[in-house]
């Protein structure tokens, strides 16, 4: 005669044996897998960072370049104790204006983060 009992399906500790096993697989990976991601973004930050410094370095080198340029310019025509005044005051001004535009969006952010010394 044939066999027909029916087949019996693995324990519920086994099941959820394999689901541990399984969860711990998913784990191990998503963490490989987050952990190769940070890495790469760590590299990629590191090079916006170096190229941002040498962008900033050659711009200031050209910041001088055009100073020293106006300098020579304008010691031909006014002399060059006026001259180094005109290029010296202009600067300034250029800087006190950046000062003005920081502290209203200092105060701007202020206002928006808080109300009579409270945070919102």
């Given at each position: ?28 990976a998503?963490f ?6 940070a ?8 090079k ?14 050209a ?28 600067l ?10 920081a ?18």
């Amino acid at each position: 005669m044939l066999d027909s009992k029916p087949e019996q399906e693995p324990p519920l500790i086994d099941e959820l044996k394999q689901l541990g096993d399984e969860a711990r697989a998913y784990a191990e990976a998503e963490f490989a897998f987050q952990k190769t991601r940070a890495i790469a973004l760590g590299n990629a930050a590191r090079k916006i960072a170096v190229l941002g410094l040498w962008a900033f370095v050659i711009a200031v080198f050209a910041l001088v370049a055009l100073v020293a340029g106006l300098l020579m310019a304008l010691s031909g025509v006014v002399g060059p104790w006026w001259a180094t005044a005109i290029v010296a005051g202009g600067l300034v001004l250029a800087a006190f204006c950046a000062v003005l535009m920081a502290r209203a969006h200092w105060r701007r952010i202020k206002q928006r983060l808080f109300i009579d010394g409270e945070t919102k």
